[in-house]
């Protein structure tokens, strides 16, 4: 684990030091401010997209697989975007848009059909006659 927590720390430090170089203290300010804001946003808003999409579930516009795919992006992109940082707001931003891509490109498929087998004539119709009456008439 600390194989990847290592690079991922130095090429956060580097990038954010590129882009403060090129962009500016205060705009560094700016952009730091802004993405945080973003990712509380997200955060906060975090339990109605949840239920919005067990909503889909029930439905049967979303399948467990993708329910679990979108939160867990939603979540992490959220998380990446708090964390100060050009690195960590660039792969924020790649979970929203995959977050943004299950909600509404993936999720207009068609509906599953299930597809019945017909077994036996097509001019029988199977018919259970349950007579109750002539059991209670029986015990009287």
Known sequence: MIFL???????????????????GFWWSVV????SFSLGMMLL????????????SIKQGKLDIRKFQNVSMSYFVAAI???IPGVFSD???IVALFYTLYL?????ITPKQTTHFTKQGDDNV????IIDE????????
Do not use: C
């Open 31 to 34: 952009w730091i401010v802004l």
């Open 133 to 140: 009456h002539s059991r209670s008439d029986g015990h009287s």
């Open 44 to 55: 906060q808003k975090y339990p109605q997209t949840l239920m919005s999409n067990m909503q």
């Open 90 to 92: 660039f792969l924020g």
């Open 103 to 107: 909600q509404f490109v993936a999720k």
């Open 125 to 128: 119709i199977d018919v259970e």
């Open 5 to 23: 927590i290592i690079p991922f720390f130095l090429m956060e430090l580097y990038l954010s030091l590129k882009m403060g170089e090129t962009i």
């Open 80 to 82: 990446l975007l708090i």
